[in-house]
């Protein structure tokens, strides 16, 4: 354990050298800026209207964010020969892979974590409401990254890095996808086909309880659910991360 959280602190400082977290405490200042705006002039707080743009962008961060973590995690140090460095240790590739993806989690988790503190303290400051659920709105979208961050870090062990945008760009529209969409196609066969593959995926929607709170504002969404979909999470991304371990065990260097 300690073998994987060193590989971990070196991913964290090494994006540290990088300013990613001032970026996003920077980013995170402009979402404070912009959200303080919504009384200027005498516009009113419009509290739905924050919750679906906030949750939203917020969302949209996080899977940007996932996405330009993954591409980059593994395949350069293999390109610039750095993780023989690593290997040359006794320390092995599951150590490795396992130790990089939780130092790079580690800034969707400080995300995450800022801007539901952000968002939570601008709707209390408007409206004197503690909406605790932001935490697990955001949570559940914070599960959904990761997942898209251990699949972008399988694709990047074997396809360079514009491939690697698109297919996870193509899973996370498939997974956005409802059945029903993908039931609607005339071919018979390749309905079939995308419809196994659609029960294999993980279904985004699931993690999405974003309009629940939108349009039903002060009114609980069930615990359990969120507690369920949260397992559903993380049972996907132990899933995708022993898929990726396995092969990059297989791998070539």
């Known amino acids: 354990m300690n073998k994987i959280l060193s590989i971990a602190k070196y991913t964290i400082d090494f994006e540290f050298r990088r300013f990613l977290p001032h970026t996003i405490l920077f980013l995170g200042i402009i979402f404070v800026g912009i959200s303080s705006t919504f009384n200027f002039f005498g516009m009113k707080f419009q509290e739905r209207v924050f919750y679906d743009i906030s949750l939203t962008l917020i969302g949209i961060f ?3 964010l996932a996405i330009s973590l993954g ?8 390109e610039r020969k750095i993780i023989y460095t690593f290997l040359s240790k006794p320390l092995s590739r599951d150590q490795y892979f396992i130790g990089k993806f939780l130092g790079t989690s580690f800034f969707l988790i400080f995300a995450y974590i ?33 997942i898209i961050l251990a699949f972008t870090m ?11 945008i698109t297919l996870t760009l193509l899973f996370y529209v498939f997974c956005e996808t409802s059945v029903l969409y993908v ?34 504002a002060g009114t609980p969404i069930h615990p359990l659910y969120v507690l369920f979909a949260f397992i559903y999470g993380i049972a996907y991304l132990v899933f995708f991360l022993t898929i990726s371990v396995l092969i990059f065990n297989k791998k070539e260097l």
């Open 62 to 64: 996080l899977l940007i």
């Open 154 to 164: 399988l694709l990047s062990i074997f396809v360079s890095s514009p491939i690697n």
């Open 71 to 78: 591409i980059s995690n593994i395949s350069q140090e293999i």
């Open 114 to 146: 800022l801007f539901s503190i952000e968002t939570f303290l601008i709707v209390y400051f408007y409206t004197k409401k503690a909406m605790f659920i932001i935490f697990a709105a955001l949570g559940l979208q914070l599960i959904k990254s990761m």
């Open 183 to 216: 039931s609607t196609i005339s071919e018979s066969i390749l309905q079939k086909i995308l419809l196994m593959i659609k029960l294999l995926l993980p279904y985004f929607d699931y993690f999405n309880i974003n309009q629940g709170i939108v349009f039903s």
